[in-house]
Nanobody
């Protein structure tokens, strides 16, 4: 059974940092691309960044380039999203996603709130 579990969200002031984690189980983690998305109230879910099986990050959204860094630890079945210089517009629920054999799997999400 495929599972993705996000954690690490919280409330921070503008300019602060958070590190999100996405722990996966139920599939051969190291073979698959994992993508972080986010969804703010009233907005569509948007792609934040993707990490390839090799660990290379790709497809950073323009709004997060230079501030967010994605990485993965295949030995721990975990993807990380390091978020720095956070802005109020980064406020959203953050989700990780895996597409495995044409099926799409989502985690439950973790809330990030950036406010003074």
């Amino acid at each position: 059974q495929v599972q993705l579990v996000e954690s690490g969200g919280g409330s921070v002031q503008p300019g602060g940092s958070l590190r999100l984690s996405c722990v996966a189980s139920g599939f051969t983690f190291g073979r698959y691309t994992i993508t972080w998305f986010r969804q703010a109230p009233g907005n569509e879910r948007e792609l934040v960044v993707t990490v390839l099986p090799t660990g290379v990050g790709a497809n950073y959204a323009d709004s997060v380039k230079g501030r967010f860094t994605i990485s993965r630890d295949n030995a721990k079945n975990t993807v990380f999203l390091e978020m720095n210089s956070l802005k109020p517009e980064d406020t959203a629920v953050y989700y990780c996603r895996a597409v495995i054999n044409r099926f799409t799997y989502w985690g439950q999400g973790t809330q990030v709130t950036v406010s003074s």
